[in-house]
């Protein structure tokens, strides 16, 4: 290709109007305001302030301190506990992850029978309470009164009341929160791209990695974060699918409930704070992560 | 011979894309598929493409069968009409991706894309992101990175669609001599009858999921082969039964022209440097006629003004199809 074609100047930049919030000013917007914050107040920054306050202060005679809450901490039940957490946790939402943006793709670029129908199945496990969830799967896959019961038995997989049970709980819960992350980014960004890279020779697993999986990079990371805070904390599911018992499927709620009705009430509060910690944590992540987002376009 | 499509069928569920398509594409011009919106040009260009498989028919690009291949494998350049950016990469990583997924050597890629770079005048932009350029610096980078692998066709679909009217007119400018300098044979879709007439070598009109004709753009203007070619290409009014465009009528004061037709001016209006005109003739029809403003005035025609309508010399008419 010989010289350079003199273009035209380019204008047709497209501006985006700053989008405006009205500003309300007056008595109205000061009670609304007042309303709020109270409201929040009460229902959550008090409750955990509380939480926290106690996981410092002094119990049953026993000094206060952020050594008493160390040692609490590395009890080896409390260390069990954290430990199963976190590996539920973390086996849940790599299966999230993957199946997760698979699905995503499924009901964005692909039109098919019953696609409607799965894309509210998907939201199911937000609308059944987790202690339903867990029953069915203490139905589905016990060994005494699963419907594989016998093929499990004799196979000697245990699920239920072992870890791949606690984690089928936590992933079964935590499903719809990467998906619902990455469809709309999905649905905004188009097919074109992805077209346009086939078009340049790339095959569709080239395209995928190159093209679609950095586009939706954000959408994934911030639902990684939800489903990750979902998973540490969930509760009900796991209550129903795991004994429970100190060592043998006590996860780090568990073990709340546990001390506390043990009256062992400064090791629920040290757990406590922990998992406060870890949900702020996530909330810090996802505060730094949506300015990047808006970024992006 | 270039693109050779036969026998093409194309159905959406029971709504006909596309009716049995029979086009030769020229090598190395500059071709519009040019129609209304729904047409079936864009499924057309995809079926070209291999983004869309037809139903029957066969495509064959430079002798090759292209029917069954997939898209990754038919060598051609597609640019969108929104763009398609790559928006995480560089504008020199867009261009490059096409290369860099035939793995050629770095050395190679650097080269070429910035030889591209100077063609489309964005080497001063080679670092940017996507989002940092205007809309018609986009489109640019979209069909270098399109011309990066060589196709051996570059097909664009409304490729100035989402642009405003001045960066268009400039941009399309910019296409003719561009396709003037690399010769690439060049497919391209537009409902504006104004940019196909402008810029195209061959125009295709498809209305309907048909192809009404076929030609260059003087003659689809000048001999166009139905009533939908002249309506579409340009304003249509009727004349004593026969179509022909306004701006090729002439207005008389006084009768005694051999074939003219009497009637009144009912409305009159002036824009810019035209007057259009509404006339009554005999038979009811309401003919528009389009003269100078410098013609309105010399003729002194007002609304009620009686006049004799006669067609220009060598003005194209077209007879109306049967209803």
Do not use: C
Not at chain 1, 220 to 246: D, K, W
Not at chain 2, 35 to 50: H, M, Q, Y
Not at chain 2, 288 to 298: E, N
């Amino acid at each position: 290709m010989a010289d350079a074609i003199p273009t035209p100047l380019d204008g047709g930049v497209l501006h985006e109007a700053p989008r405006r919030v009205r500003s309300r000013r007056g008595p109205l917007a000061y009670v609304l305001r007042a309303v709020v914050v109270l409201y929040l107040f009460f229902l959550v920054v008090w409750p955990v302030s509380v939480v926290v306050q106690r996981a410092f202060a002094p119990v049953d005679g026993k000094p206060g301190g952020i050594g008493p809450l160390w040692e609490r901490l590395t009890d080896p039940a409390a260390i069990y506990a954290f430990n199963l957490t976190l590996t539920i946790s973390f086996w849940a939402v790599v299966i999230n992850t993957i199946f997760g943006v698979g699905i995503s793709l499924l009901l964005v670029r692909h039109r098919f029978p019953g696609r409607r129908a799965l894309s509210v199945l998907i939201d199911l496990p937000m609308s059944v309470s987790p202690v339903v969830i867990g029953l069915a799967l203490v139905l589905t896959y016990s060994t005494s009164l699963g419907l594989f019961g016998d093929v499990l038995q004799a196979t000697g997989l245990r699920i239920i009341n072992s870890t791949p049970g606690l984690i089928m709980a936590t992933a079964f819960v935590s499903l719809p929160l990467v998906i619902r992350e990455v469809v709309p980014v999905l649905e905004e960004v188009g097919e074109d791209s992805e077209t346009a890279a086939k078009s340049l020779g790339a095959n569709g697993w080239q395209a995928f990695w190159r093209i679609t999986l950095p586009t939706i990079k954000w959408a994934v990371v911030y639902g990684v974060v939800l489903s990750a805070a979902r998973a540490i904390g969930e509760y009900g599911a796991v209550r129903i699918v795991s004994r429970g018992a100190e060592f043998n499927g006590e996860t780090a709620t568990l073990l709340i409930q546990n001390e506390y009705q043990a009256f062992n009430e400064a090791a629920a509060y040290a757990a406590a704070f922990v998992l406060v910690v870890l949900a702020v944590l996530a909330l810090v992540v996802v505060t730094v992560l949506r300015p990047q987002e808006s970024h992006r376009s | 011979m270039s693109i050779e499509i036969a026998g093409v069928n194309k159905f959406f569920g029971d709504f006909a894309a596309l009716t049995d398509i029979n086009l030769t594409i020229p090598t190395g011009q500059l071709t519009a598929l040019l129609g209304p919106s729904g047409g079936g040009k864009s499924t057309l260009l995809r079926v070209i493409a291999g983004l869309e498989d037809a139903d029957t028919g066969s495509v064959t690009i430079e002798g090759t069968d292209a029917t069954a291949m997939p898209v990754q494998k038919r060598n051609v350049g597609f640019v969108f009409q929104h763009y398609a950016a790559f928006k995480h990469l560089s504008v020199r990583r867009n261009i490059a991706f096409g290369l860099e997924i035939r793995k050629r050597p770095k050395a190679e890629v650097n080269a070429k894309v910035d030889e591209l770079l100077e063609l489309v005048h964005l080497t001063a932009w080679a670092d940017r992101k996507p989002a940092q350029l205007s809309g018609g610096q986009r489109q640019r980078m979209a069909l270098a990175r399109a011309l990066a692998i060589e196709p051996s066709v570059l097909l664009l679909d409304e490729p100035f669609g989402a642009l405003d009217a001045k960066v268009r007119k400039e941009l399309r400018d910019w296409l003719r001599r561009l396709h003037d300098e690399v010769h690439v044979t060049t497919v391209f879709v537009t409902h504006d009858q104004e940019e196909a007439l402008e810029v195209a070598d061959e125009i295709v009109v498809i209305n309907d999921g048909r192809i009404e004709q076929v030609g260059s753009p003087d003659e689809l203007y000048d001999a166009p082969a139905n009533d939908f070619v002249m309506g579409f290409l340009g304003d249509v009014t009727r004349l004593g039964g026969v179509l022909i465009r306004p701006h090729d009528i002439d207005v008389h004061t006084s009768a005694g022209a051999p074939g003219a037709v009497a009637g009144e001016v009912v409305r009159l209006n002036r824009v810019g440097f035209e007057v259009r005109l509404t006339v009554r003739t005999g038979d009811g029809e309401e003919t528009a006629v389009v003269v100078t403003r410098a013609d309105a005035r010399a003729t002194d025609v007002a609304v009620g003004s009686p006049v004799w309508l006669v067609p220009h010399r060598g003005a194209t008419t077209v007879a109306p199809l049967p209803a």
